[in-house]
């Protein structure tokens, strides 16, 4: 559940595992329509400013809620640890994005590269030690085709500099995901305020670099309240939930978000921005769906089977019970 609210999951009379589907729900949902927000605010509003000025007002809000909270600042260690984890998620990963479509990378490429994070970080998390479930891979498997076909209408293109950005964004994603489920880290709000604030701090250097501030005074009000959606919806909470499910539930299920989120944001472009679908959506939802059912219940499944289905199935194909049946 999002750290925003620095609640149990007990008081909000959900438990454990209602806390697991809010948080999900929250990051399938709410981060598939920050693709169509992006879009709007991305009309007027120059990306790396965008991004510098949304992590830094997230990071400030979260330090006052933290210190409202009563936590205390974070340690040099603590502080050190979520640098790295705000650099590698905000600085690179966001930026990462934004400097590939300014190189001209196809929008269907780039949706069709994000959704590699996943197995980048269950791939870590094995190397870490940690048990990742057959089911799950091919959970993540089932979630990349499926994610690929639906990204078949869109554009392809890419120069060669803009396709190792976008190769790098989930990447560094998946790197600083990983980092956070092991490193020491303060209070869930007190560390997402130091990694948004070391991230957007970061965001602000290159852009004052490399886009004139000026263009600031651009910006339509359309664009400003897609930003304002994305301070809010998208970061404050939504990328809450997700810091959260880093620490509670596998790697392979916080991140099946970037399988989902693409077949969200479809919907939201056919609701809101006139968009058609095509045949390909309904051979990619089925596909989705299945990922979701391996990643959540594979185990569960399988030790049925296991325990049920294979020995009635082994027992009917021994020999002898072959030869009573004829």
Not at 5 to 32: E, T
Not at 152 to 162: H, I, K, N, P, R
Not at 292 to 316: E, H, S
């Amino acid at each position: 559940m999002p750290t925003f609210f620095n609640v149990q999951a007990p008081k909000w009379g959900l438990g454990r595992s209602g806390a697991l589907v809010l948080a999900l729900l929250l990051v399938y949902v709410v981060w598939g329509t920050t693709y169509f927000a992006i879009g709007i605010a991305l009309q007027s509003m120059p990306p790396l400013w965008m991004n510098a000025i949304r992590f830094l007002c997230a990071g400030g809000v979260m330090l006052l809620v933290a210190l409202w909270q009563g936590h205390a600042l974070p340690t040099a260690v603590q502080w050190r640890n979520a640098a790295l984890v705000g650099a590698l998620m905000v600085f690179f990963a966001m930026n990462c994005i934004g400097f590939a479509q300014k190189l001209g990378i196809g929008s269907g490429l780039m949706a069709t590269v994000v959704t590699t994070m996943p197995m980048w970080l269950a791939l870590w998390t094995r190397w870490g030690g940690e048990r990742v479930p057959l089911t799950s891979w091919v959970g993540l498997a089932l979630g990349v085709v499926g994610a690929l076909l639906l990204a078949l209408e869109g554009d392809f293109s890419a120069t060669w500099q803009g396709a190792l950005l976008a190769f790098g964004a989930p990447l560094c994603w998946s790197v600083g995901s990983y980092a956070s489920r092991k490193l020491t880290l303060p209070a869930p709000a007190m560390a997402s305020a130091a990694q948004w604030l070391v991230g957007g701090a970061l965001s602000l250097v290159v852009a004052a670099w490399v886009e004139p501030v000026g263009r600031l005074a651009d910006v339509t009000a359309k664009s400003w309240a897609a930003w304002v959606y994305l301070l809010v919806f998208g970061t404050l909470i939504a990328l809450n939930a997700y810091l959260w499910l880093l620490q509670n539930a596998s790697a392979a299920l916080a991140g099946s978000y970037s399988f989902v989120n693409p077949a969200v944001a479809l919907l939201v472009g056919v609701a809101l921005g006139g968009e058609l679908l095509t045949g390909w959506v309904f051979a990619a939802l089925p596909l989705i769906a299945g990922a979701l059912v391996c990643i959540l219940y594979g185990p569960l499944v399988l030790g049925l089977w296991q325990r049920n289905v294979a020995p009635r199935l082994r027992a009917a194909w021994a020999p002898g019970s072959r030869q009573r049946q004829m």
